[in-house]
Structures are given as C-alpha cells and as structure tokens.
C-alpha cells in the first residue's frame, strides 16, 4: 500500500485542532474566573494571554517543521 500526498500536514492539522482545543480551554478558564471573582480580571487578564500566546506559538511552530519536514 503506497500513500501519496503530504502526510505531515495531517500532522500539522492534527497539531492545529489541539492547539485550538487548548485555546478554548484557557478561556474557558479565564470567563470562568471572572465570573466567579470580577475583581481578579486584572490578574486573570494577563494569565490568560500568556496562555493564548504559548498554545498559538506550538501551533505555528508545528506549521514550521510540517513545512520544513517536507522539504
């Protein structure tokens, strides 16, 4: 059985859709936190960024090596 196409981009989709899960996640968390305790937005604000910022960097760092792989 041969496969033909670019079987690292269904890595990278796959790479894509948990990233996407994991951002989900973390504002879950953060609508959460300020709904129970708005007085913490100014300390959950930061917190939940951070958090958006590192799963969207593995997100393109996985669009990086789908493209450097299949070189």
């Known amino acids: 059985m041969e496969l033909h196409g670019s079987l690292n981009m269904i ?14 996640m973390i504002f879950a ?5 300020v709904a129970r305790q708005p007085e913490a937005q100014r300390i959950l604000q930061p917190i939940a960024m951070l958090g958006f910022a590192l799963a969207e960097a593995l997100a393109i760092l996985g669009l990086v090596f789908a493209f450097v792989v299949g070189v």
């Open 29 to 33: 968390a953060y609508i959460n936190g």
């Open 11 to 24: 890595g990278y989709g796959l790479a894509a859709i948990g990233s996407a899960i994991g951002v989900g």
